[in-house]
T-cell receptor, first 114, second 115 residues
């Protein structure tokens, strides 16, 4: 089965800790995205990457970092600088370079700060 | 700057009745418009998209959407609602800017289909 996997499904972080959320896709998609979802705010873009070794900040990149060393992997690190990290995090990917391709989403990771 | 508005936080409809979930957008350039559905604690699933051509777009699960350029709208519709359609629906617009693609999502509309 082709698709996007995110792990873990639930993650608990103590204040001051960095945590890394995993996103892997076997769809051979070029572009990958990270979104944050909060109730009543929809999806907000954190980072995106259109090709390996290249990524761009989205609307709310502060306190987050990413890497794109392999086409199939786009991990997101939530650093201690992110003051309010409790949220539902969604990873997505898109085939090709055209703007007309839909996004495929992973099942999400729910991060809670204790 | 591009934006998407979903003016209704929640839409309630009786099972079997037609449903409409509204979306308006603001972009410079040609819009590529999408609808996605999200069930609780899950990722989003693609429903349909408008790229060009016919203003009425048909998608998954019997949903369709009408693109109206003059009103800058892309409303989601279904002729007969099912209880299983109850979910959170997102409208999104995608444009190319400075060589990079940018996707903007609306805040979502919760659809409640009442048996």
């Amino acid at each position: 089965d082709g698709g996007i996997t995110q792990s873990p499904k639930y993650l608990f972080r103590k204040e001051g800790q960095n945590v890394t959320l995993s996103c892997e896709q076997n769809l051979n998609h070029d572009a990958m995205y990270w979104y944050r979802q909060d109730p009543g705010q929809g999806l907000r873009l954190i980072y995106y990457s259109q090709i390996v070794n290249d990524f761009q900040k989205g609307d709310i990149a502060e306190g987050y970092s990413v890497s794109r060393e392999k086409k199939e992997s786009f991990p997101l690190t939530v650093t201690s600088a992110q003051k309010n990290p409790t949220a539902f995090y969604l990873c997505a990917s898109t085939a090709g370079q055209g703007p007309f391709n839909e996004q495929f989403f992973g099942p999400g990771t729910r991060l809670t700060v204790l | 700057a591009q934006s998407v508005a979903q003016p209704e936080d929640q839409v309630n409809v009786a099972e079997g009745n037609p449903l409409t979930v509204k979306c308006t957008y603001s972009v410079s350039g040609n819009p590529y418009l999408f609808w996605y559905v999200q069930y609780p604690n899950r990722g989003l699933q693609f429903l349909l998209k408008y790229i060009t051509g016919d203003n009425l777009v048909k998608g998954s699960y019997g949903f369709e959407a009408e693109f109206n350029k003059s009103q800058t709208s892309f409303h989601l519709k279904k002729p007969s609602a099912l209880v299983s359609d109850s979910a959170l629906y997102f409208c999104a617009v995608r444009v190319v800017s400075g060589g990079y693609q940018k996707v903007t999502f609306g805040i979502g509309t919760k659809l409640q289909v009442i048996p």
